[in-house]
């Protein structure tokens, strides 16, 4: 099964050696990522101190990086790893030049990493250039030859191409048997390579020969309790269920899974990998019930392992071990349409609290953190202060005029004090990994937790597995939804229905070509009725049956879905917004904090708001004076960020639509707002007394980062969102690109350099603010440029913050991750505490977007709860048909949609 190998892809298996063939990576559960983590911190340090004290070329730096590079391939942060190899690959190839065995093992290990992230096209190459250096160095028959020559063979497996696959490892396969003896361990290597092949190319019955010769040696040289006797196990495993011998198949498994939960724990990447296999057995044996309940555990398990993963790693590094873990879903999801259809109620309610619990997986992870970061009962944000405060004494250590035994006296006090200040820092992420796996939430309390007469819709695309079938088993993908209804109090029952809407093709289609339309501004377009209406028909009409007692839907939406305001969708002759109240969640287990938090009082939260608008774009920030906006005795400047765009970002509309372009990659250029002025004053005067304005020179990047828990926080500017085909559409953008602030070991938003940052779509999405124009002579990266990321905006203080609007262009617009939402600004205000945050789906009108958020300001400082006030709001606009302000379509009332807090 593709879910299975693709996930381990991600987790962090060894790099191969000579004299090992097992796997090693780190156990979440005993608190192994904090020891993780703390030697990155260390060996971070210690490279510091010898790259002042050494210089960059140096054997001793080399040795540094290929240990650092080491801890995150055991993270499976191969991204990370690959930047740190290639620094110690030039280093060797600087002081040993290219005709030596370390130059090679740096090229297998690079090799390796490429391999893991799924670039085989980049890995070949540098195992062949790793092989014709050994082979040069050391001669063919070598096991050094052998092992990279097997690698080789491997990455040929995985690209599917195994005439070149098959001859390489036979060739791998002799030179070790004649090296080391026909039943040295190392042998089994090329066996399971070898069975592997010849399972890829159906010829099941060697594959079984194969494997079983190596099971003989490895039991025979190893013992039978050796981990490497797992493994085999498992391969046997599924070559028995290729053949169709389900009992073998099973037997073996169970085996497999026994040894490596009492070698490794039941939180495993191994063990999780077989329970996915053992899944798909039942599933092939259509014992369905079986199969659910071994993807439950699975998810349970799995869910406790990515907290330390997510903890762990960047938001692009855990995004990808995220991603890797859907396909067990997609499969799951897959055997509850197939239970649902022999009218099995309780796959209904396992499929709906399987996707509550997994959905939007890495944002309640970021937002935790944010909450933790916050919380000044934990001290968290002082012990971060402490620590770069002693770290930058250790870097300018080398460079001080004490005499050498008080500099090496020196060196080990604040050695010792950062060691002291990583253990406690290392506490911190373990207390909070510990209070995301106790959240163990159920269906019911979801239930429980919905309003009368509301309903959850979550949304699911996944591929759908097809159990009948023996060859091409991953088919077409689908739409469904889990529809979750509120349980009586008098019941103890859960009402849950599930909705197939067909495959995702059309469906996705459709959304395309409003969104085109839309964004555009084409709001007349002849084809964007007919898919407005298409998508109706698709998506509408399959739930209408089911809520006709139903006045609230509250959407959590999936894949392209995430794109679309429901409001919009037409029943009859009206639309959605005109017969039912829509509102937006990222989760269904979100629904349950939800209702433990209805916004009416907040502690910590203040009182006052902060609206800011019409920001003067082209104000000179080098020659401005000090912004000194204090929101709160409590105000601070948000850590360490690194996001100056330079060369390359693209222009905006000479219009004044918010975030209209008029040209890419030619410089940096807002218009101005003059609109969204007159919007921000008029909703600050709705505020009240306790609203700070900010207008013009004074909307500051800064002013927004001093801002501390506001009650409402409203930002009217435009907004931008940089695709991957604009990032990549010129060179210079990359050339010129910064260090990104991304999420590690030393804390939120420390700052790390690769190559692979702007993979992160919150690095890429952003506001303008004052000075946003010069953005790209802002050449100190910490330094306030006009322009706020996503990024930044996640590290806000704005827990208990009842309201964020963000009254501009694309705020809602940013990349789509099946199973995790849309990476976006709208994600990066929630994760850093926002209750509610209205985000628009594309260019928006300046005056009727002034309208609508002085009207929903209105009605909802009157006392309406914020979904209602929301909706009275769009009726207000759809209604002015006909009138001198005619705003009656759509793309004038849908732009925004209102996620989280309905209340």
């Known amino acids: 099964m593709a879910a299975t190998a693709a996930f381990l892809v991600s987790l962090g298996h060894g790099k191969a050696d000579c004299t090992s063939t097992t796997n090693t990576t780190f156990d979440s559960r005993t608190g192994s990522y904090v020891e993780l983590t703390n030697s990155i911190r260390?060996?971070?340090?210690?490279?510091?101190?010898?790259?002042?004290?050494?210089?960059?070329?140096?054997?001793?730096?080399?040795?540094?990086?290929?240990?650092?590079?080491?801890?995150?391939?055991?993270?499976?942060?191969?991204?990370?790893?690959?930047?740190?190899?290639?620094?110690?690959?030039?280093?060797?190839?600087?002081?040993?030049?290219?005709h030596d065995m370390e130059?090679?093992?740096?090229?297998?290990?690079?090799?390796?990493?490429?391999?893991?992230?799924?670039?085989?096209?980049?890995?070949l190459p540098l195992f062949k250039q790793s092989l014709d250096l050994t082979e040069k160095l050391v001669g063919q028959e070598n096991c050094d030859f052998a092992t990279t020559l097997s690698s080789i063979a491997d990455v040929y497996r995985l690209k599917g191409d195994y005439a070149q696959a098959l001859p390489t490892c036979l060739r791998a396969l002799g030179i070790r048997q004649r090296v080391l003896g026909q039943d040295h361990p190392d042998v089994t290597d090329s066996l399971l390579t070898l069975a592997e092949i010849y399972r890829g190319l159906g010829d099941f019955r060697k594959a079984l020969e194969t494997c079983q010769r190596s099971i003989h040696i490895a039991e025979k040289r190893l013992g039978p309790g050796d981990p490497l006797i797992a493994d085999h196990l498992f391969l046997l495993?599924?070559?028995?269920?290729?053949?169709?011998?389900?009992?073998?198949?099973?037997?073996?498994?169970?085996?497999?899974?026994?040894?490596?939960?009492?070698?490794?724990?039941?939180?495993?990447?191994?063990?999780?990998?077989?329970?996915?296999?053992?899944?798909?057995l039942d599933g092939m044996r259509f014992d369905l019930d079986q199969c659910i309940s071994t993807c439950v555990e699975l998810f349970k398990r799995q869910r406790r392992y990515l907290v330390g993963q997510t903890l762990a790693l960047s938001d692009t590094a855990a995004l990808r071990s995220i991603q890797t873990s859907f396909r067990s879903a997609e499969f799951c999801h897959s055997v509850c349409a197939e239970a649902s259809a022999k009218n099995s109620s309780a796959a209904d309610a396992i499929g709906a609290r399987e996707l509550a619990l997994g959905k939007a997986f890495l944002e309640e992870v970021r937002a935790t953190q944010a909450a933790f970061e916050c919380d000044p009962r934990t001290s968290t944000r002082e012990l971060r202060r402490q620590y770069g405060v002693v770290q930058s004494q250790l870097e300018r250590l080398p460079k001080s005029k004490l005499k050498s035994a008080q500099r090496d006296s020196r060196r080990g006090d604040l050695e010792n004090e950062l060691n002291a200040l990583e253990t406690q820092l290392a506490a911190r992420v373990a207390s909070v990994a510990q209070a995301i796996r106790e959240r163990n939430l159920t269906l019911t309390d979801i239930a429980q937790s919905l309003p009368q007469q509301a309903v959850l819709v979550d949304f699911i695309e996944y591929h759908r597995f097809d159990l009948s079938s023996k060859t091409n088993q991953w088919a077409e993908q689908r739409y469904t939804a889990?529809?979750?209804?509120?349980?009586?109090?008098?019941?103890?029952?859960?009402?849950?229905?599930?909705?197939?809407?067909?495959?995702?093709?059309?469906?996705?289609?459709?959304?395309?070509?409003?969104?085109?339309?839309?964004?555009?501004?084409?709001?007349?377009?002849?084809?964007?009725?007919?898919?407005?209406?298409?998508?109706?028909?698709?998506?509408?009409?399959?739930?209408?049956?089911?809520?006709?007692?139903?006045?609230?839907?509250?959407?959590?939406?999936?894949?392209?879905?995430?794109?679309?305001?429901?409001?919009?969708?037409?029943?009859?002759?009206?639309?959605?917004?005109?017969?039912?109240?829509?509102?937006?969640?990222?989760s269904g287990r979100e629904i349950v904090r939800l209702a433990k938090h209805t916004g009416l009082q907040s502690s910590g939260r203040s009182e006052k708001s902060v609206v800011i608008g019409n920001p003067d774009f082209d104000l000179d920030l080098a020659k401005a004076s000090r912004a000194n906006f204090q929101f709160t005795d409590s105000a601070r400047p948000v850590g360490s960020t690194h996001n100056a765009i330079q060369d390359g970002a693209p222009v905006y509309?000479?219009?004044?639509?918010?975030?209209?372009?008029?040209?890419?990659?030619?410089?940096?250029?807002?218009?101005?707002?003059?609109?969204?002025?007159?919007?921000?004053?008029?909703?600050?005067?709705?505020?009240?007394?306790?609203?700070?304005?900010?207008?013009?020179?004074?909307?500051?990047?800064?002013?927004?980062?001093?801002?501390?828990?506001p009650r409402v926080l409203h930002?009217?500017?435009?907004?931008?969102?940089?695709?991957?085909?604009?990032?990549?559409?010129?060179?210079?953008l990359s050339k010129s690109l910064p260090l990104s602030s991304v999420m590690d070991f030393t804390g939120r938003g420390s700052p790390i350099s690769t190559g692979q940052d702007w993979k992160n779509p919150l690095l890429r999405c952003g506001i303008a603010l004052a000075g946003a124009n010069h953005a790209a002579q802002v050449t100190n990266a910490v330094a306030e440029n006009g322009l706020l990321t996503g990024i930044e905006a996640s590290l806000l203080d704005l827990q208990g913050t009842e309201l964020v609007i963000l009254s501009a262009c694309d705020s809602g617009t940013g990349e789509v991750e099946i199973g995790e939402g849309v990476m976006s600004l709208r994600r990066a205000f929630r994760i850093a505490g926002a209750q509610t945050v209205l985000a628009s789906h594309w260019n928006v009108s300046d005056k009727a977007t002034t309208k609508l958020m002085t009207e929903f300001i209105r009605r909802w400082q009157s006392g309406e709860p914020r979904v209602k006030a929301w909706r009275e709001a769009q009726l207000e606009l759809l209604r002015s048909k006909g009138s001198s302000d005619d705003y009656s379509d759509p793309y004038f009332w849908a732009a925004f949609t209102l996620t989280g807090q309905w209340r």
């Open 42 to 98: 260390q060996v971070k340090a210690r490279l510091e101190v010898a790259e002042n004290t050494l210089g960059n070329s140096n054997t001793n730096v080399a040795n540094l990086l290929t240990e650092l590079a080491g801890h995150y391939d055991d993270l499976g942060d191969y991204a990370q790893a690959v930047a740190l190899d290639q620094r110690c690959l030039a280093i060797r190839e600087d002081l040993l030049g290219d």
């Open 103 to 123: 130059v090679a093992d740096i090229l297998n290990d690079i090799a390796w990493e490429y391999q893991q992230m799924g670039d085989y096209e980049g890995a």
């Open 237 to 280: 495993g599924k070559i028995q269920r290729d053949l169709g011998d389900y009992p073998k198949a099973l037997s073996a498994f169970q085996r497999a899974l026994a040894m490596d939960e009492k070698i490794s724990g039941t939180e495993y990447p191994d063990v999780l990998e077989i329970l996915d296999e053992l899944a798909v």
């Open 482 to 586: 889990y529809l979750t209804f509120p349980q009586a109090e008098t019941s103890t029952n859960i009402v849950v229905e599930r909705v197939d809407f067909g495959e995702a093709a059309p469906i996705n289609e459709s959304v395309a070509v409003v969104c085109k339309r839309m964004s555009a501004g084409q709001y007349a377009a002849k084809d964007l009725s007919a898919a407005l209406r298409r998508l109706s028909d698709l998506l509408y009409t399959p739930l209408a049956s089911h809520l006709k007692n139903v006045s609230h839907i509250i959407v959590c939406p999936d894949g392209q879905l995430s794109r679309l305001p429901f409001e919009m969708l037409r029943v009859g002759d009206r639309f959605l917004v005109e017969k039912k109240t829509v509102s937006y969640v990222t």
């Open 653 to 709: 509309g000479e219009t004044p639509t918010r975030g209209s372009v008029i040209g890419v990659y030619q410089g940096l250029k807002f218009e101005p707002l003059p609109g969204s002025e007159a919007e921000a004053r008029s909703v600050a005067k709705l505020l009240g007394d306790n609203c700070i304005l900010r207008l013009a020179a004074d909307a500051r990047e800064a002013e927004l980062k001093a801002v501390r828990s």
């Open 715 to 732: 930002l009217a500017t435009h907004g931008f969102f940089l695709s991957d085909q604009e990032i990549n559409y010129t060179n210079r």
